[in-house]
T-cell receptor, first 115, second 118 residues
């Protein structure tokens, strides 16, 4: 068990480009979450998967954002036509069905800078 | 909707001393979880301590303890015998225990940056 892995750690992109981030949860965790954290703020919920099903999406997740979790394993978060306001740390977390009692295990995040 | 407020943007403590970080929250629910997370610079967020709202006893994990006041909707974190490695951002978080929409979301405060002075 190597924890929750996120790739890349850092991404710099030009405005208007598309970016994709990957998250590999703890292998036995069937729940996966994406959060966004901007400077000086706490993380904000974006979306949640149970296995391969995306069960909840925040209103923060505009049409330019899409998340997938094929086969209920790793997940990807894609941002199309990036804007400067998308610059943030994107955090992935996972939990098991019963382990939710113990909070989530977070990854180290992907820091996105849109220039 | 639930909200979490951390009124102290920054705190400092002398090494080996005790510090208390404040957190208040607003909810209409009676059953929920509260958490304190630690986020060191450029490192992942880790769970420090959790509290279940139906439990009256305050949670304790080694040098970390909470003061949970359900009626006042207050959930403070006390760090005893502070160490240099405790320096980090600390986030208070809320999660509903009810099933249904929104129940799996963690709602975070804005965080408190803790500095430990040698």
């Amino acid at each position: 068990d190597t924890g929750v892995s996120q790739d890349p750690r850092h991404k710099i992109t030009k405005r208007g480009q598309n970016v994709t981030f990957r998250c590999d949860p703890i292998s036995e965790h069937n729940r996966l979450y994406w959060y966004r954290q901007t400077l000086g703020q706490g993380p904000e919920f974006l979306t949640y998967f149970q296995n391969e099903a995306q069960l909840e999406k925040s209103r923060l997740l505009s049409d330019r954002f899409s998340a997938e979790r094929p086969k209920g394993s790793f997940s990807t978060l894609e941002i199309q036509r990036t804007e400067q306001g998308d610059s943030a740390m994107y955090l992935c977390a996972s939990s098991s069905l019963t382990g939710i009692l113990y909070g989530y295990t977070f990854g180290s995040g992907t820091r996105l800078t849109v220039v | 909707a639930q909200t979490v407020t951390q009124s102290q943007p920054e705190m400092s403590v002398q090494e080996a001393e005790t510090v208390t970080l404040s957190c208040t929250y607003d909810t209409s629910e009676s059953d929920y979880y509260l958490f304190w997370y630690k986020q060191p610079p450029s490192r992942q967020m880790i769970l420090v301590i959790r509290q279940e709202a139906y439990k009256q006893q305050n949670a304790t994990e080694n040098r970390f303890s909470v003061n949970f006041q359900k009626a006042a909707k207050s959930f403070s974190l006390k760090i005893s015998d502070s160490q240099l490695g405790d320096a980090a951002m600390y986030f208070c978080a809320y999660r509903s225990r009810n099933s249904g929409a929104g129940s799996y979301q963690l709602t975070f405060g804005k965080g408190t940056k803790l500095s430990v002075i040698p």
